[in-house]
């Protein structure tokens, strides 16, 4: 049997997916104050918003509570987590590509992204620090493999190629620590 090729893996595949714990949900008519405590409890950075199918309407982060709750002075008893919630949040299907929702939360600089069943429901939500810390071994390997296949006449290139990525980690390090 062929070793699985980590370019077309999902994100099913990836051991987060069933290793995480069951993202946070909470309905749009939920106390920011309730939400607050569950979050503080199990030390969560978010909260999933479902509707009454159970289905993904929004996400709910501590950034969220801090700009449109603290900054503005509201009440978390009388604020619901509808009134902060970022609406239509980007949803990855769990059987969607790793390396492309990589590429695209990279890109676009956002860090939480819920995955989703076939129906909508949410099964996990992953971060960047998840794709990071599973992808940099893979990377290095790969890049180590190919080296050795050229490393005499290219020596010069695999150490540009090598520079490059690790440029490209340590920026998605660092814009993940602002």
């Not at 099913?12 to 995480?20: I, L, Q, V």
């Not at 059987?95 to 695209?104: G, K, P, S, Y």
Request: aromatic share 8%; hydrophobic share 45%; charged share 25%.
């Amino acid at each position: 049997m062929a070793a699985k090729n980590h370019a077309g893996m999902q994100l099913r595949d990836r051991p987060e997916f069933s290793n995480k714990p069951k993202p946070l949900t909470f309905r749009k008519e939920a106390s920011v104050k309730d939400a607050v405590a569950a979050m503080c409890d199990k030390n969560f950075g978010s909260v999933i918003v479902v509707d009454d199918d159970e289905k993904v309407i929004g996400v709910m982060t501590e950034r969220d509570i801090m700009r449109k709750l603290v900054n503005h002075g509201r009440d978390p008893a009388s604020t619901t987590v509808g009134d902060l919630m970022t609406s239509s949040p980007r949803l990855a299907k769990e059987t969607d590509d790793v390396l492309d929702w990589l590429r695209i939360m990279s890109n676009d600089r956002f860090r939480r992204l819920p995955v989703v069943d076939a129906e909508g429901r949410i099964k996990a939500v992953f971060t960047q620090g998840d794709f990071v810390s599973y992808t940099w071994p893979d990377m290095v390997y790969q890049a180590k493999e190919l080296a050795k296949a050229s490393f005499g006449r290219n020596y010069g290139t695999w150490l540009i190629i090598g520079g490059i990525m690790l440029y490209s980690l340590l920026m998605v390090i660092v814009l993940n620590v602002i």
